[in-house]
């Protein structure tokens, strides 16, 4: 799903999710509005199966993920040897029908190198999760901070760093992301690079909706109230503040997740991201599309693989913005 | 000398001459229907640039260049028979000493594309052009010979004493040492008149003035390259480019598998098309399906030799048990696979450097294994070498064109076995020469690639790659690879005029030189070419292994 819609669609209902420092709750009892993150992840596993169906789907290929090396042991290959023996000798396809898939090799086998394509999927898996995730946090963690710095400290710190948003929003991220790419000498840690580069882009969104939020934190009695008994801004922010940005921040998490996994799988597509032997969804179904029209089971693993991680990832973040928004309408 | 890494400039810029009349070639894999004069013909490259200034060129001489200029002689190639060098602008030489001193007479009434005749002045300018810094990269086979270590070429205003012009018909040589092969050199790009006095200008190729049927129309930089007939051109004086299409359009910058597809579609003006690439692997396999298509694809008998070059100046590659390791570490079987499928559109496995089909070949194998390798015995000279858990971190470079990638990850799988860890680094053309053939001092390790012989003679297969004077500067000694007594037997096999002993002579430096495996060979490539169907006389000869540009007509 396009990230940036769903960020609007956070950021447009965030000012009303109010909230739940434990204070806080008392006062608002009654009210349906608000609820705890844990409360609310539980609350929608229970009513929305979506949501259910992705956080399963996401689980699953984590734990693929997580335990590769095992799976590929199971299976008895890795993704990177190469084997003959199971390409066909007449045109270096794969052996056998719809792309060699057997007991042997669960997906089939890659055309030309004979390498395991079940083990390049899940080794695959690997990758995307890494990167996803650790440019996720980058990406968060730089945009709460600064977004909170602008909400909280205000004046040209503020002006700033709008700014600066703006511009980092319309700059043209992919091909700044390309050149870097192409540049930097290949002894630099490819997946390193990928992280940095992919969760630096990512900030201003999220610091846009932090300092919205932040901005009406700002005037409720207990930030003020720690103000006035001499708090510094930094102990405003890690008590006050962040407690009450939880649940606006996780749903970005989510929602920008498949959004980074699909950037890396773009620049692997490209050519610019993780370099081979390193299996990358990307990189296969770039390769597979030269193949799709005799060897369509090539395109079809990889494919499916990043397609299911996207839908599992929104479905989760959708059901949980509804879930922490109690303005939408739930879907059943 | 293409190689393959240069493939892109080689196929994209391929100049040359071919054969002789259109008439009596016997095209392989071609209709029977003769292609005509007129039409438009279209040439879909892979590279970005397309390079028409002789000097710089590395063109073939049947290739693109030869499509705009002329040389001094040219070649007949034709299925089925060994390719001969033949009269072009001149006759094909005339030595009277040994093959020290040549002699070239040229044919009456030939004209610039800008009407001025053109003189033997204009083709001691063009030589002495090459030798300027500024327009390095071309071929560069007469330089050593005419002596030109310091000469620094005509802008400075000295002239090469070597060549004299006594009338405006006349051409003398005199080289350093007799060369027997000095006809075959004159047909490289460097010996194109380009009228005296020009040509000072770095843009040059995109307004070169034409000897041949064909002048620059258009030049968009890295897009499309227009020419159109040159009217001061006449097929008589020339016997080997037929001339046939009214206008050749180069689409430059075009995906290799793009190109295959629509090709094999064939529909629009891709009819009147022909791709410089080779046809990928994943297109050949579909092909396979569609014998309209596959009736399109002209696949060549053997060409250049594929190999990796290993960089005998930087450790841990300057120690020769390291070196001998990669022999015995590659999956040639797997290379072949990941070139085109099979090991019969690939080619041969390759255990020499000089190619098949060349004159003096001796087939051997010092290294000899299985065409998988041997991880085992590769990890054991390791170990003697001092390295027992392996290498890690080398660098292989390489140009992107041409599947080149997978073709490397094939090699990296295969040296993994024998725990030598490789990092893949793709470039562009340009950079690829930047980083390689034209840097003093470069970083790689490792480099894939593949070399045709520029003309029929084991003289071409060895001193370019393996001679000490090839190394940077534009030369194409990858594996800087230095040996005196390598250099000092090269001059004395390119000294020998009798071709059956010269023969002899290539084959002991052949071996010599795999003793202290500079390069690994990897296989003698196959190359696939794809055509519209309307594209007439598109054949590939025994030599080289690419398709005879100039007698390409459209037929109706």
């Known amino acids: 799903m396009d990230v940036a819609d769903a960020l609007t669609r956070s950021a447009y209902c965030a000012p009303r999710q109010i909230i739940i420092t434990p204070e806080k709750q008392v006062t608002q009892l009654s009210t349906p509005v608000a609820r705890s ?98 440019a996720t946090l980058v990406s968060i963690g730089l945009g709460v901070l600064i977004g909170a710095a602008a909400g909280y400290l205000g004046g040209w710190i503020d002006r700033v760093i709008t700014w600066s948003a703006d511009v980092f929003l319309g700059f043209p991220y992919l091909v700044f992301m390309i050149a870097i790419g192409a540049v930097v000498p290949v002894e630099f840690p490819r997946a390193l690079l990928l992280i940095v580069v992919i969760g630096f882009f990512g900030w201003p969104s999220t610091a846009r909706i932090v300092r919205a939020q932040v901005l009406t934190l700002k005037e409720r009695n207990f930030v003020k109230a720690a103000r006035v008994l001499g708090a510094s801004p930094w102990q405003v922010f890690r008590t006050e503040l962040l407690p009450n940005l939880w649940g606006p921040v996780l749903v970005m998490a989510t929602l920008s997740v498949p959004g980074k996994i699909g950037l890396e799988a773009a620049l692997s597509f490209l ?50 913005r509804d879930a922490l928004d109690p303005r939408s309408v739930t879907r059943r | ?185 004159a047909s490289t790009p460097a010996f194109a008149p380009v009228p005296k006095g020009k040509g000072a200008e770095a843009d040059y190729h995109e307004h070169a003035v034409a000897s041949g049927p064909y002048q620059v129309e258009t030049y968009t930089k890295g897009v499309e390259v227009k020419l159109k007939r040159n009217t001061n051109w006449e097929p008589a004086k020339d016997q080997v480019r037929a001339g046939l299409p009214d206008a050749v359009v180069f689409q430059l910058g075009q995906e290799a598998s793009v190109v295959s597809q629509r090709l094999a579609a064939d529909s629009g003006d891709d009819q009147t098309a022909f791709a410089s690439s080779f046809v990928s692997p994943a297109q050949l396999a579909q092909l396979q399906g569609n014998p309209s298509a596959k009736s399109r694809v002209v696949t060549s008998k053997s060409g250049a030799v594929a190999f990796l070059s290993l960089n005998t100046q930087k450790a841990p590659l300057n120690n020769v048990k390291v070196r001998q390791a990669f022999q015995y570490a590659v999956n040639k079987a797997a290379y072949q696979v990941a070139s085109a499928g099979t090991a019969a559109l690939a080619g041969d496995t390759a255990s020499t450097l000089i190619t098949q089909g060349i004159e003096g070949r001796e087939q051997f194998d010092l290294y000899p294994s299985k065409p998988e390798g041997d991880p085992d015995k590769a990890k054991a000279l390791l170990a003697e ?12 470079v390489l140009n992107k064109s041409n599947n080149q ?20 680094r793709s470039l562009e053309a340009d950079a690829f020469e930047t980083e390689t053939n034209l840097s003093d001092n470069p970083t790689y390790d490792l480099i894939l690639s593949s070399w045709q012989p ?31 007594e390598v250099d000092r037997l090269i001059e004395e096999a390119q000294s020998t005029v009798d071709p059956a002993e010269a023969g002899k002579k290539w084959a002991a430096i052949d071996k010599l030189i795999l003793q202290d495996s500079p390069v690994v060979p990897l296989i003698y490539t196959r190359n696939s070419f794809i055509r519209g169907s309307k594209v007439g006389n598109f054949y590939i000869a025994d030599f080289p292994a690419y398709p005879n540009y100039l007698q390409v007509g459209i037929t109706k």
């Open chain 1, 37 to 134: 993150v844990p409360a609310a992840i539980r609350s929608v596993l229970a009513r929305d199966r979506w949501a259910l169906a992705g956080t399963v789907t996401v689980v699953v290929i984590g734990l693929v993920a997580i335990f590769a090396d095992v799976l590929t042991a199971i299976e008895g290959h890795d993704p990177y040897t190469y084997d003959a023996t199971a390409l066909a000798p007449e045109s270096g396809l794969p052996a056998g029908s719809f792309g060699g898939v057997s007991g042997e090799h669960w997906f089939g086998v890659e055309p030309l190198t004979g390498r395991d394509l079940f083990a390049i999927v899940v080794h695959g898996a690997r990758t995307s999760f890494l990167i996803g995730f650790a």
């Open chain 2, 405 to 424: 990638t997978d073709k490397a990850e094939a090699i990296q799988a295969a040296l993994a076995r024998a725990n030598i860890k490789v990092t893949i």
């Open chain 2, 454 to 484: 520029d003309f029929p003679s084991a003289n071409s297969n060895i001193q370019p790659l393996f001679a000490t004077s090839e190394i940077g500067k534009g030369g194409y000694n990858t594996s800087r690879y230095s040996n005196p």
């Open chain 1, 271 to 320: 050519g610019v991201g993780v370099l081979p032997p390193t299996p990358s969804w990307g990189r296969s179904i770039s390769a597979a599309i030269d193949w799709v029209r005799v060897d369509p089971a090539y395109l079809l693993f990889p494919g499916l693989a990043l397609f299911a991680v996207t839908w599992g990832f929104n479905a989760l973040g959708d059901g949980l």
């Open chain 2, 1 to 185: 000398m293409s190689s393959k890494k240069l493939l892109a400039i080689v196929l994209a810029g391929a100049l040359g001459v071919s054969a002789c009349g259109a008439n009596d070639q016997k095209p392989s894999g071609d209709t029977a229907v003769k292609p005509g004069k007129g039409g438009t013909l279209r040439i879909l490259s892979e590279s970005r640039t397309l390079n028409l200034d002789p000097a710089k060129s590395q063109s073939l001489a049947i290739t693109s260049l030869g499509l705009v200029h002329r040389r001094l002689t040219g070649w007949q190639n034709a299925v089925g028979q060994p390719a001969k060098v033949v009269p072009d602008l001149s006759d094909t030489g005339k030595t009277s000493d040994g093959g020290k001193t040549w002699t070239f007479v040229l044919q009456d009434g030939l004209k610039f594309s800008d009407g001025t005749p053109i003189t033997s002045a204009d083709v001691k300018w063009g030589v002495e052009r090459s030798f300027a810094p500024a327009f390095g990269g071309g071929l560069g086979y007469h330089k050593d010979l005419l002596g030109g270590g310091d000469y620094k070429g005509p802008f400075e205003g000295k002239e090469l004493d070597s060549i004299k012009t006594p009338d405006e018909k006349t051409i003398v040589f005199t080289l350093t040492r007799p060369y027997g092969d000095w006809p075959w050199i």
């Open chain 2, 385 to 396: 070498a001092g390295f027992p858990n392996g290498l890690e971190n080398l660098s292989l």
